[in-house]
């Protein structure tokens, strides 16, 4: 059975995800960075493979058909990550998917980012470059999906988020966004979609369901 590679996989959303996944069904390998991380995930039945965003990582795309990407420099490293991995990481993981035939690419982006200097001045490099990553994306010939969550929390998943701006709070639980990503992999659309994501009222399978 073909796989679905999560490059992030160690991350917030990555863990969270990955085990949802499983949970599911779904047929998961997850890239990291070290050998410390492997244990979380194959206590789960998840497939490990080791891979760096800065380095050669073409070998963790080989069975699979699609890509999930929700890895991210974060906010505790300089610019010059941001541009490695965020940028390039996701450039790259573009391009290797385009190589190995891979069919749908979830891209966890961030809302936004079509409007970088907007943002507060210390964030604007970041939302550039989200926004290039997803413009990559989108001019790539793969199916994607892009989705563009909101201020990231660790609150309980709630099930269920809205997809406009308007509304109560800029936040969105990382156990909700990771629940989308499941349910964009179990109904891969016909054509590319952009999703903004934020806590709300509408059950997350619908919002997928009819996309
Ligand atoms: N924070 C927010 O409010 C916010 C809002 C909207 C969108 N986002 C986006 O949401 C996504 C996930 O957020 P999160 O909170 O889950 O992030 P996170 O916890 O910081 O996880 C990011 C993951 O990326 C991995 N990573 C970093 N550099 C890498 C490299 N060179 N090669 C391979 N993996 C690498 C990290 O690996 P290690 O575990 O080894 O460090 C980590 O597992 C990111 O794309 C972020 O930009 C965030």
Known sequence: ?????????????GRLFCRKAAEAGLPIRAM?????????????????VL?????DFSQAFEGCDQ???TAGSGGATGGDKTLLVD???????????????????????????????????????????KLL?????????????????????DDAGSGRVRTEIEGEGFGISRSNVADCIVEALRHP??????????????????VFASR
Do not use: C, W
């Open 1 to 13: 059975m073909s796989k679905i590679l999560t490059i992030g996989a160690h991350g917030g959303i």
């Open 67 to 69: 890509v999930v990407f």
């Open 133 to 153: 990553a997803d413009q990559r994306l989108l001019e790539s010939g793969l199916r994607s999906t892009i989705l563009r969550p909101g201020r990231l929390t």
């Open 87 to 129: 940028l390039y990481g996701a450039i790259r993981s573009i391009r290797g998917s385009e190589e190995r035939g891979v069919v749908h690419f979830v891209m966890v982006s961030a809302l936004r980012v079509e409007s970088p200097l907007e943002a507060p001045p210390a964030m604007r490099h970041y939302m550039v470059a």
């Open 189 to 206: 659309s016909g054509s590319n979609r952009v999703v903004d994501l934020l806590d709300g009222n509408v059950p997350i399978a619908e």
């Open 32 to 48: 990291v960075r070290s050998e410390e991380q492997r244990s979380y995930f194959e206590a789960q039945g998840v497939e490990v």
């Open 51 to 55: 891979g760096d965003l800065e380095a």
